[in-house]
């Protein structure tokens, strides 16, 4: 507030002596508020989810795993851990996910049908998917899409992603890696053409991680109708930001059925199929 009092000043003092002149100048500077000191920044205080957690010891089972509710896939024991190893080197998930992934497909080993996959990239999920079948004795097939080269064309009013986007990858290098051949099945190309000759197959199970409007569509198309009563879809990227028309794909597929997806905080989004009845009226 004192700094154009000084300038005016200044000014003014132009016509004094300059002993007297010197000495107001240095006078007025002297009332001028000093900058203040910075203030430090105060640590933010410890994150306590409960009261007295002390009290829990000895009730509650790894209350390590409670941030601030129970999270299974922070346990280094868990059983889903081992298979998650297995795919993780060529895989673009995350531990939450793949406990979501492996214990649905649990949920679906008494159902017909078999196990799809649509949207294989390097075989991480897929790796995971076929042990589990195989620990499980399941005599389900797992029947792996994609086109092994990259993304196909996108629509960039819907997709964030680029045609050949993840092409870093080849079908063979995908056998090798996911193994177990006498349970898994290849079907390399685009959908929804890969999906010919498979109309009377029964699935009770689908993982669907193909992160573009039209393959998200073209799979839920084929998929729904055939899905076993009790199976569910899990959709991969239908929170990610990067894939905006794999959300819009799934939202536009069930618009106005008596189907709703669930939506997972793992940026997951799982479709039930609780009755047999058509998508729409």
Known sequence: MYAPCVLYTDRRLRARPPMLKKYL????????????????PVPPAPVRYYSDAAEL????????????VYHPWL???????RYGALGAAHALGSPDRYYVLLTLLEQALS??????????YKGGTARMI???LEDRGSPKRLLLFDTFAGMPATD???????????????LDAVREFVGFPERCDYYPGQFPSTFAGLERRAIAFAHIDADIYRSITDCLEFIWPRLAVGGCVVFDDYGFPTCPGARRA???????????????PTGQAIAFKSIPAPLRD
């Open 156 to 170: 960039p009013s819907r997709d964030w992603h680029k045609q050949g986007d993840f092409d870093d990858t080849s």
């Open 75 to 81: 346990d280094p024991a868990a059983p889903f851990q």
């Open 25 to 40: 100048i240095a006078l007025l500077r002297r009332l001028e508020p000093s900058p203040p000191a910075p203030v430090p």
């Open 57 to 68: 010891e000895g009730l509650v089972d790894n209350l390590d795993f409670y941030q601030p």
């Open 111 to 120: 159902l017909e049908g078999d196990v799809w996959e649509c949207g294989v």
């Open 130 to 132: 076929a042990a589990f």
């Open 250 to 264: 799934v939202d536009d597929f069930f618009a106005g059925s008596i189907f709703r997806p669930l939506v997972l």
